[in-house]
């Protein structure tokens, strides 16, 4: 998953983008809240973390542009506003989740981790299709519990393919999600994975459907 960090702060976003990156999340930091509608409206996160302290755009104002626009990102709000009323405000204006600081970051990575298992649907913290489980925070990979060890990429590129099970991603879209900005992108860089990510699953569980993309599949 891609996430957009808003915080103005690069001693709190900075610990942020660290924890989120080492749990295999791909994340962007904007520090000015009128850049994050732009940010929202050219990228595809899945996830908004956003302070409400922000400079030029308060974080009010962004949930309820996203409210207006009736195009809801998951949102986990961060800030200091600490107060009953604040905390209800923010939820009634859009957010998902709220947190308030100083906070622990474990604490942050576990609600971001839950909310996308919210949102997503999930029923539990392993996401499965058939004989495939995947335990996100242990980065665990099983085929019928025959453990199957992933590289980073290509343990990001399986999260891409399985948090909707039975989308079909395009290239483009894949890369999209894996890599943030600043991020390298080698002209073949996704179908090198792919190609390696099948060699371990089974060439079985990931199918091309020609001219759109790939997808995941449970092998008949």
């Not at 999209?176 to 569980?205: C, D, F, M, P, T």
């Amino acid at each position: 998953m891609r996430i957009l960090l808003a915080e103005d702060d690069p001693l709190i976003a900075s610990p942020i983008l660290a924890s989120l990156r080492k749990h295999d999340f791909s994340i962007d930091w904007v520090q000015d809240g009128q850049k994050v509608a732009s940010a929202i409206d050219t990228h595809d996160y899945g996830m908004l973390i956003l302070d409400l302290g922000l400079p030029h755009v308060d974080g009010i104002e962004i949930l309820d542009r996203q409210s207006r626009m009736k195009k809801h990102l998951p949102t986990l709000v961060i800030t200091a506003r600490g107060g009953v009323d604040d905390r209800v405000g923010g939820l009634n204006a859009g957010a998902d989740d709220y947190l308030v600081k100083p906070f622990n970051l474990e604490e942050l990575v576990a609600r971001v981790f839950a909310l996308r298992r919210r949102t997503q649907g999930w029923p539990g913290s392993d996401l499965r299709l058939g004989g495939l489980s995947v335990d996100p925070r242990k980065r665990q990979v099983k085929i019928n519990d025959r453990e199957i060890h992933l590289s980073d990429r290509e343990f990001r590129l399986l999260m891409a393919l399985i948090e909707i099970p039975g989308n079909v991603l395009s290239i483009p879209q894949l890369e999209e999600k894996l890599y943030g900005w600043g991020e390298e992108i080698a002209s073949n860089s996704i179908e090198v994975q792919l190609h390696r990510l099948r060699k371990k699953l089974g060439k079985e569980w990931i199918r091309n459907i020609r001219g759109i993309g790939f997808k995941l599949v449970e092998p008949s």
